[in-house]
């Protein structure tokens, strides 16, 4: 099956410094990849997500970049905010789960934005 | 429109005592599944329900069963509590047959925080 490792496990940064948080996935099968960020207590929620016919998308201060050979995808956050500090997760989904929608995560990135 | 809901949000058991978790969605999607998070670890997929009537195990299926009673509701059933199954338990549901990405979004319940002693 699908395999996703994602890095660092922690993260702390200064507020007004940008965020880099990688993810790599085993399965060159799949085509859809959302990250989902989740405050302490709260569920998870979808911040953004890539398909794999695309390389790059933004969405204000949050971007992510999709590299197909190398079977890597990265979460940018720039000119972080303390309301920026969560736990982070990035996913991978596979062609032949699409229609069911399954999706393999990482074991999530627990990033602090110091004021 | 409430999302995703589930039932109960804090729960403690005694070893060997059962339960039921319980999980109803209003968005009138066809897949949910059942997750465990346990800290450094993620979120490990429990089962899954791609249609009505159908289930499918996940990563960390034993000791876990579900049911599908209808579209709305998803549950899961501890039958025999062990401490290994102290843990936040997650709920959610996609609707893989709308267009786009929007297919495999996946909407979270708010999670029941299971401890077994």
């Known amino acids: 099956g699908e395999n996703v490792e994602q890095h660092p496990s922690t993260l702390s940064v200064q507020e007004g410094d940008s965020a880099v948080i990688k993810c790599t996935y085993s399965?060159?099968?799949?085509?859809?990849f959302p990250w989902y960020k989740q405050e302490l207590g709260k569920r998870p929620q979808l911040i953004i997500d890539?398909?794999?016919?695309?390389g790059e998308k933004k969405d204000q201060r949050i971007a992510v970049t999709l590299n197909k050979t190398a079977k890597h995808f990265s979460l940018h956050i720039t000119e972080t905010q303390p309301e920026d500090s969560a736990v982070y997760f990035c996913?991978?989904?596979?062609?032949?789960?699409?229609?069911?929608?399954?999706?393999?995560f990482g074991d999530g990135t627990t990033l602090t934005v110091k004021p | 429109n409430a999302g995703v809901t589930q039932t109960p949000k804090f729960q403690v058991l005694k070893t060997g005592q059962s339960m039921t978790l319980q999980c109803a969605q209003d968005?009138?999607?066809?897949?949910m599944y059942w997750y465990r998070q346990d800290p450094g670890m993620g979120l490990r997929l429990i089962y899954y329900?791609?249609?009505?009537?159908?289930?499918d195990k996940g990563e960390v299926p034993n000791g876990y069963n579900v049911s599908r009673l209808n579209k709305r509701e998803f549950s899961l059933r501890l039958e025999s509590a062990a401490p290994s199954q102290t843990s936040v338990y997650f709920c959610?549901?996609?609707?893989?047959?709308?267009?786009?990405?929007?297919?495999?979004?996946?909407?979270f319940g708010a999670g029941t925080r299971l401890s077994v002693l």
């Open positions: 959610a549901s996609s609707d893989p047959t709308s267009g786009g990405l929007a297919k495999n979004i996946q909407y």
């Open positions: 399965d060159s099968a799949s085509n859809y």
């Open positions: 890539i398909r794999s016919n695309v």
């Open positions: 996913a991978a989904t596979t062609r032949r789960n699409t229609n069911a929608g399954k999706s393999t």
């Open positions: 968005m009138n999607h066809n897949s």
């Open positions: 329900s791609a249609s009505e009537g159908t289930t």
